[in-house]
Each structure stands twice: as structure tokens, then as C-alpha cells.
């Protein structure tokens, strides 16, 4: 039986992230058997959705009836990821368990991404935290904050614009302020560096590391950030995500491998790993010919493992 | 210019350990080719090769041609594998700088591996010493410890056992030890864990990290050694060689990738990684057909990185 007091969170996210990132739609019950495997591995969150328009993003406009199949299921925290008030609103009406708001470190990046400066996106958290407060107060309100290790448009992103946004995202009144390696350009150093001082500045309001593997640094930075702290880490089922930068290349954290490496040093995560790997083949029978990643599932787990 | 006075040595393994897992031989002339650009790209130690029976390895029959090309280099350290006595008198006689011997620290690997027990081996290691004593004093000679984080074959290997035969290593005359994760099996816990106790045994006669990337802990595992004070670092171009256990996986960790990371943490290796991930081209060239891995050449290089 597996711990019931795990020691890290992995968020699976692939069903948000990994699905906005490919050109193929995932039908509804795809999706749901998809999501129903997640949850049998024991999973304590996911990220199941956008909550944005449909003609922007045609992928999620099913983004309610995906959420509210989640939350039938019981023992795990359903988020949705929204960019906006009026985003946010749908997803608190479907009755997400927790938001979450993407917010870019690099200003290049927060024009090119929401076509908003950083202090305009800054005010709208500051909406979304009024509404929920206003309607559904027990809602947690994460931010991942996009870009933080580094920028493909502006380059480096200086460490007191993260700092700085960490401590502006806190005072709008959200509960927990990740950061994102939206560009695969973090490293190990800057990793533990980064979520010192945003550690320093905020606190336990210090949340996810969310890294990319698109050069390969992706387990490496998920032990550089649980080495100074980090206990809930994004990943994404079968890497799902892709990388615009690297054809061949997984973008997200492969979910298996992240939740192999704890498992093998002695951390648990609470998910049953052969069940995790299982859920593969709904995700690849709902898209078929997507290419999918993982070194675990690749070679197999080492003989008595589990 | 590079700094001349790097913090870490990569350890480039591909055209010995690379070359032996894969099933064409490759041309001296392409050898000699794809050894010229790895020597361009400023690498400062290179494993070149095997002397073994042609018979049994028809990869390695041109050894002594490949070495003395190698030798005509400057600024590197020519190592040669030497599975026994032997091997090491042709080895010394073709002139390497250096000579590497695999003793594993499973009971069934080095059964299966050398047909000989772990004392047998310690004796055939005490022979090569006496020899390297009498003939080439001045070539260090090291040991890379297979299986040390855990067997296929015997499953689990005990830290005590990867301790005593370090000591005994030591004891027969060796001048450093190295640890192998020759099954893709260690976790970073374990790599401090052991790389730990291994320098608390035989202090700095402590050698590399050979890791592989079967499951995706390459990586991570090396800046686990790195984080206790490992500052050498077995690595291969383009993960040659492969992993019988793990199809479409590299074995060894991807050379381009390992420098990547520590350059980016700004961690100094001494090497060019745009020389480095030119020489993909001559290994490829001599290699038709054979898959080659990296992430960091198949995303390519963050702007300015360079």
C-alpha cells in the first residue's frame, strides 16, 4: 500500500499543457478515459484544462465537462489554468478545486503571450483574486510564473524581475507563486539560486517547479529544486508538450521519469508508477501518431523495483 | 578563449565504450576523423579504445593505430580499456598515457563480464600494476567499478561491497577508482550516498562518475557527484553505445549535454561545445545509419550562449 503522507506533489499537467501544445484535438471521452487512468495512479493534482475561448483554442472546448468529470473523482485537487477575470470566471462556476494564472517574468514574453505588460497582467490577477474572494474564497490561487529562467524574445530574465514579480504576485493576493522554465533554458545553479531568493522574499507561498527537458536538464533541475525545497514539481504523461524549439525533443518533465527518479531515491510521491505508466496508452489512443517521451517506460523499471 | 584551468574533465568514452556496444565496425580512417574533432573541441582526456582479442572484439583490432594517431595530438590524456595483463602490455607498448580497467563490483556481473570471481579480477589487477611498476612507471592506471549502483543479473549491490573493493583496488596499487552505473540503475541519493563513502575509504584516489541515461537520471546523477565533490565525468558523443536493455534510449550520458549543463551553470570544462557538437558529423559519417542522441544538439544552443 502506498504512503498516504507522500513526501512530494507531482502535478500532472499534461491534459492542460501537454494537449495545448498539439495540433491534434483529443475528443471528450478520450480525455475522460485518459484522465480516469491519471487518477488511478494515484495522483494527487492535475491541471485539466484552459479555461479560454474556444475559437482561440479549440483543444479545450470541452474544458467544463472535462472538469467536471474530475471532480467526480475523489482524493485529488482539480486546477484549470486562467489566463483572465472572465477565464477565471468559467472556471470557478465548473468549480475548479484551485486556479492557476500564468504570469511571464520577461516583458518581451507577457506582450508576445497575453499581449499584456507585466503590471497589466499583474491588475488582472488582482481581479481574479477579487472575484474569488468575492464567490469561492476556499479556491487556492497559483501563478506559474512563465519565463523566469530565461527568454527565447528578450533573453535573460534578470533574478530581481523575478523576485520582484514574486513579491507584486503575493501582495495581488495568490496563494502560491511557481516558476517556469518555459524555454528550457534553466540550470541546476540558477535553479537553486532562484528558488533561494523567491524563497526569501515570499516564503512558503513558494510553490511548484515546473521544468522542461528540452535540453536534457529537466530531472536535474527537479533535484536542484528539491535540494533547496521544492516539494511539488509539474510534469507532463509521456512528456506530452512538445517543444517548438527542439523537434524530437520532449518539452515538459516527462511525468514517469520525475516520478521514477523520487521513487529511487526513497521519496515518495504516492503514485503507483506501473499505473502512472499504464495510462500511456489511453493518452496515445487519443492521439494517435503524437509521439510520446519517457526513458522510464522506455527501458522498463529495474527488476524488483516496485 | 577557454580558461585554461577547467573545474570539471569530461571524460570522452565514445570511441571505446561507444564503439564496443555497436554492431558495424567503424573505418580506422573515420575513427581517426571523428578522434581529430573531438580533439579540437578542446577535450583533455579521451578513451580510445580496447586491447582485446580482435577475435572477440573486431571493433578494436586497429587499437594500436588509433592509439598512436591519439598520441600525436597534444594536450590530451590518451586512455586505453585493458580487461587484463595482456591487454595492458599492449597497451603500454603501443604508449597510452593511461590505462582504465573494468572490475565489477556485482559477484555475477564480473562472472558473466570476465569469466573471472572478484578476487581473480583483484589478482589480475595486481598483475597489471606489477607490470605498469616494472615498464611504464609513470601511467596512472584507474579502475572503473561496473554494476556499482546495482546489477541486472544479481540485482541489488551492497554499498559495502562497492567499499571493500575500492580499498582492495587501492591496496593492489591502483591510482583511482571510479563509479559505473554500467545498468542505469543509481539515483542521485545513491550517487552521493556511495561516491561518499567511496572518498571516505580512499579519499582522493576517488575517480569518475560513468553514467548512463537508460532511465534519464544521467544527468541528475552527475550533478549529484558533482554536488560531493566529483569533478571527473565519463560522457559519450551523441550517447554511442547505446543500451541493450532500453531500445530508442542512450546508454552513456550524451557528452553535448553534460557539458551543456555545467556551462550553463558556469561551470568550466575546458571545452568548445559548438566544436563538441561538430564532431556528431565524423561519427556519423563512420557510423551510417546508427542512431545518435542529445538533446542540447536537437534544441540547439540558447541565443548567446556561446
Known amino acids: 500500500m502506498k504512503n498516504t503522507n507522500p513526501s512530494v506533489l507531482v502535478s500532472e499537467v499534461g491534459p492542460r499543457d501537454g494537449l495545448q501544445s498539439v495540433k ?6 478520450h480525455k475522460l478515459r485518459w484522465i480516469d487512468a491519471l487518477h488511478a495512479s494515484g495522483l494527487r493534482e492535475i491541471e485539466v484544462g484552459s479555461f479560454v475561448p474556444p475559437k482561440l483554442l479549440p483543444q479545450m472546448a470541452d474544458v467544463a465537462d472535462v472538469v467536471r468529470h474530475a471532480l467526480a473523482l475523489p482524493g485529488w485537487t482539480v486546477m484549470a489554468l486562467v489566463p483572465n477575470a472572465r477565464g477565471a470566471e468559467a472556471a470557478l462556476q465548473a468549480g475548479v478545486h484551485k486556479l492557476t494564472i500564468p504570469v511571464s517574468a520577461s516583458a518581451a514574453h507577457s506582450l508576445a503571450n497575453v499581449r ?36 527565447t524574445l528578450q533573453g535573460r530574465v534578470a533574478d530581481e524581475d523575478v523576485v520582484w ?72 504523461l509521456g512528456g ?23 521513487e529511487a531515491m526513497g521519496i515518495d ?3 503507483d508508477i506501473e499505473k502512472l505508466m499504464a495510462a500511456r496508452a489511453p493518452l496515445q489512443a487519443g492521439l494517435p501518431g503524437e509521439p510520446i517521451y519517457g526513458m522510464t517506460p522506455e527501458a522498463g523499471l529495474p527488476k524488483n523495483f516496485v
Open 165 to 236: 514579480l514574486a513579491a507584486e504576485l503575493v501582495r495581488a493576493g495568490v496563494d502560491e507563486v511557481g516558476l517556469s522554465d518555459t524555454t528550457g533554458m534553466a540550470n541546476p545553479g540558477q535553479v537553486r539560486r532562484l528558488f533561494n531568493l523567491v524563497r526569501a522574499e515570499i516564503g512558503d507561498k513558494t510553490g511548484a517547479a515546473h521544468m522542461h527537458n528540452t535540453r536534457g536538464l529537466g530531472l536535474a533541475n527537479c533535484l536542484a529544486a528539491y535540494d533547496v525545497g521544492v516539494r511539488t514539481f509539474d510534469a507532463s
Open 116 to 151: 499584456k505588460t507585466r503590471e497589466e497582467m499583474l491588475a488582472e490577477v488582482a481581479r481574479i483574486v477579487a472575484l474569488r474572494n468575492a464567490t469561492a474564497p476556499q479556491v487556492p490561487i497559483e501563478v506559474g510564473m512563465s519565463t523566469a529562467f530565461g527568454c
Open 240 to 262: 506530452l508538450g512538445g517543444c517548438p524549439y527542439a523537434p524530437g525533443a520532449s518539452g515538459n518533465v516527462v511525468s514517469e521519469d520525475l516520478v521514477f527518479m523520487f
Open 24 to 29: 491534434a484535438t483529443m475528443s471528450t471521452a
Open 269 to 271: 510521491t504516492g503514485i
